[in-house]
């Protein structure tokens, strides 16, 4: 009797274990998974929900400047120092300009930047849970100079200089958009880090200073048959570029 009366209690138990709905039908593996999901999903809106509605910090209201540095700016190949100035319109717009002074530590023998500068001007919009994404639109003009060497050839009277030093100058116009992302680095919100990535196309017009009139490259041409020539010799009327950075920002 003992025993059949643990049996019950046994059976009873494992009744009790299993997930049912209101008709007491079992839940199939598939609508338990389902189930789960939605409880996970309404947490997180709950959890968004209240951090909207957390008070803003002084540093995250509108009408504020900012300033902002490009340290990666550092590290590439023709090296750019600059400072950057933001103006937060409001809580989604944010208008944003850029001057940097271009230099490169190791000069080659030939293409080798001697000086130049660079202008951004964008237009950014946040989005998202307390703005912390944003699309941005980007005008930017850059002047460089560089050290050349190369081989010139007069088409007329066929006279070459050979290994002749002469300097180029680079005059580029060009537009972009980027998508990135801010985030907030400091407990008071004032220091903020925004990685980025975009798209778009620039032109390039190229100058030779110092160069005899009428002469021109002896081993040219072949650049020229490149669709988006990268070399800072060749002028070109459309090349597509990928604004990349990681910037430090400081709100005032």
């Known amino acids: 009797m003992l025993l059949f009366l643990a049996a019950l209690g046994c059976c009873g138990l494992d009744c009790c274990g299993q997930t049912t709905d209101s008709t007491g039908k079992k839940l199939s593996i598939w609508e338990r998974r389902r189930r789960t999901l939605e409880e996970k999903?309404?947490?997180?809106?709950?959890?968004?929900?209240?951090?909207?509605k957390r008070p803003l910090l002084e540093a995250d209201r509108p009408k504020k400047w900012s300033l902002s540095f490009n340290a990666p700016g550092l590290l590439e190949p023709q090296m750019a120092i600059g400072l950057g100035v933001a103006y937060q319109v409001t809580n989604c717009w944010q208008i944003w300009l850029e001057s940097s002074g271009l230099c490169q530590f190791y000069l080659k023998p030939s293409q080798s930047c001697?000086?130049?500068?660079?202008?951004?001007?964008?237009m950014k919009f946040y989005f998202g849970p307390r703005q912390i994404l944003f699309f941005a639109g980007?005008?930017?003009?850059?002047?460089?100079?560089?050290?050349?060497?190369?081989?010139?050839?007069?088409?007329?009277?066929?006279?070459?200089?050979?290994?002749?030093?002469?300097?180029?100058?680079?005059?580029?116009?060009g537009g972009a958009v980027w998508f990135g992302g801010r985030i907030i680095v400091s407990q008071n919100h004032r220091w903020r880090l925004e990685p980025s990535l975009g798209l778009?196309?620039?032109?390039?017009?190229?100058?030779?200073q110092g160069v005899p009139q009428g002469y021109t490259y002896h081993t040219g041409g072949l650049e020229f048959l490149n669709p988006f020539p990268t070399s800072p010799r060749a002028s070109a009327l459309l090349i597509p570029y990928l604004p990349a950075s990681i910037r430090l920002f400081y709100v005032l």
Do not use: C, P
């Open 114 to 122: 001697l000086g130049g500068v660079r202008e951004i001007l964008a």
């Open 200 to 208: 778009g196309f620039k032109s390039r017009t190229v100058v030779w």
């Open 138 to 173: 980007e005008f930017r003009w850059k002047q460089v100079y560089y050290h050349d060497v190369e081989n010139f050839e007069n088409s007329t009277t066929r006279v070459e200089l050979k290994n002749y030093t002469y300097k180029l100058e680079n005059i580029i116009f």
């Open 41 to 52: 999903v309404r947490l997180h809106q709950e959890r968004m929900a209240a951090w909207e």
